[in-house]
Each structure stands twice: as C-alpha cells, then as structure tokens.
C-alpha cells in the first residue's frame, strides 16, 4: 500500500471514529433531555459511523498496511437547542466529506485506481447522510421554538427521511 495513502485512509478511522463518539454523545444528550426519537436516531448514526471505522480498518490489513487505533478526544456534550444539536450533525458530515474528498484526490494523483474504488461507498454514503443533516435542519428551522413541534419532530425523526435511511 503506497504510505502516504496509508497514512491518509489511518487519519480516515479517526475521522469516522470521532464522528461516532460524537453521535453517541449526542444520543445521550438527547436521551437525557427526554427526546427518546432523536436519541435513538443518534445512537443509530454512532453505529454506522462505528461500522465505517471498521471497513477501513479491515481495508488497510487486508491490502497489507497496518491500521492504527487512534485515542480519540471527548465529544461535544452540551447543546443549548436541537438547533445547535443538528448544526453540528451537518458540520461534522461536512468535515468528513471534506476529508473523503482528500484521499480520492490523492488516489488519483498516485493513480491508485484499487483505493480509489474502495472509497467511492463513502463518497455515496456521504451524500445521504449530509442531505439527512440538511433536511432535519429545514424541517426545525421550520419549527422554530415551538415546543409542540419540537415534541413531533422527535416523535417523527425516522419518519422525516427517506425509506432507505431508517433503518
Ligand atoms: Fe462515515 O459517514 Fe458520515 O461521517
């Protein structure tokens, strides 16, 4: 595996790990604040990302690298809105599509057509969960301050998304 690829899929599984422990921070908050929809609809996203960190963990030890575990720092926990709570769900989407974007440009120049492949599933991914970020923000901004909308939101979260996007 070409090392500087190595290292840019390695800095990857702490992209999708970090996402995960801030998901799952997010659920919590959310669990806590009795928002038991949203909080499912986090502790769901943890997971997937979880699951991400995995396939490229597999990815690099199968093509001969060695994946490294990184210590990741503590998520976000405190939120003063759901507003805040979803700005930071499609920030933190953008940022890794960003970085996704970064080693398909770097595949390409070191001509790593087998990499380059591999990451095209997270190109994919990413477009769904950012429009599932964007559409949840629309959906609130919608709502406002309105508590009796706030109670419908969590009651509807996994409903609001596409069918492809609820499980
Ligand atoms: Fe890993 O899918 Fe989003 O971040």
Not at 78 to 102: A, C, G, K, P, Y
Not at 111 to 126: L, P, S, T
Not at 146 to 158: C, E, L, Q, V
Request: glycine share 4%; with cysteine.
């Amino acid at each position: 595996m070409i090392p500087e690829i190595e290292k840019s899929l390695n800095d990857q599984i702490q992209h999708e790990a970090k996402a995960s422990a801030q998901y799952l921070s997010m659920a919590c908050w959310a669990d806590v604040n009795g928002y038991n929809g949203i909080a499912e609809f986090f502790y769901t996203q943890s997971e997937e990302e979880r699951v991400h960190m995995t396939k490229l963990v597999k990815f690099i030890n199968e093509r001969g690298g060695k994946a490294v575990i990184p210590a990741i720092e503590k998520p976000k926990d405190d939120f003063h809105s759901l507003m805040e709570l979803f700005e930071t769900f499609l920030s933190s989407e953008e940022f890794v599509t960003q970085q996704i974007n970064n080693v398909i440009f770097q595949c390409l120049e070191h001509k790593d057509y087998n990499v380059h492949n591999f990451m095209q599933w997270y190109v994919a991914e990413q477009l769904e969960e950012e429009a599932s970020a964007r559409t949840l923000l629309d959906k609130l901004k919608i709502i406002g301050d309105d508590k009796s909308g706030h109670y419908m939101f969590d009651r509807d979260i996994n409903k609001m998304l596409p069918a492809e996007e609820n499980n």
